[in-house]
């Protein structure tokens, strides 16, 4: 579903374009991923309205028949890519499960600032980004999904995100049709 607006509080939520996810390969190149996200979180502070990034750590406490390989990530994993900040005025949000919402603040970062809708982006389409989607839907919050500013590991996986879950929870379209929302 095209985007058609966009509510006067609304926040930029970024997932996990961290070093640690954007060097793994992926469906899209995350070099464009990144960019259009750097593209729309300009554009949001441009306006005043809050841009928040999400980065993951660790993972959830509890039995994972699916733990990420490869033994201890490098200390710089869970860094934000520095191109997309965090600057000055950024939430950032430390989260430990797939979506953004459970056990974090956010929700009540987001509420205390008037937000009434959310535009995402970022890394993995099927995993981060549809949990957080789907967890923002359950809280009232309007959605919009940046589709070229989202990318998965796997392409099947983010194709049945784009087609089929996204437009259910939300609205979807591309960084520029966002930032001309903006105004």
Known sequence: MTATTLDPRTALVVIDLQKGIV???????????VANSV???????????PVVLVH??????????TPMGGGRPPADWADIVPELGPR????????????????????????????TQVVLAGIATSIGVESTARSAY????????????VTDMDADAHRNSVEKIFPRLGETDTTEAIVALLG
């Open 88 to 115: 000055d005025g950024d939430i950032v949000v430390t989260k430990r499960t797939w979506g953004a919402f459970h056990g974090t603040d956010l929700d009540l970062r987001l509420r205390r600032g008037g937000i």
């Open 138 to 149: 359950e809280h009232g919050y309007n959605v919009t999904i940046a589709t070229d500013a």
């Open 23 to 33: 060097g793994r390969e992926t469906a899209h190149p995350a070099a464009g991923i």
């Open 39 to 49: 593209a729309l979180a300009d554009a949001f502070r441009a306006k005043g309205l």
């Open 56 to 65: 993951v750590v660790d993972g959830a406490p509890g039995r994972n028949e």
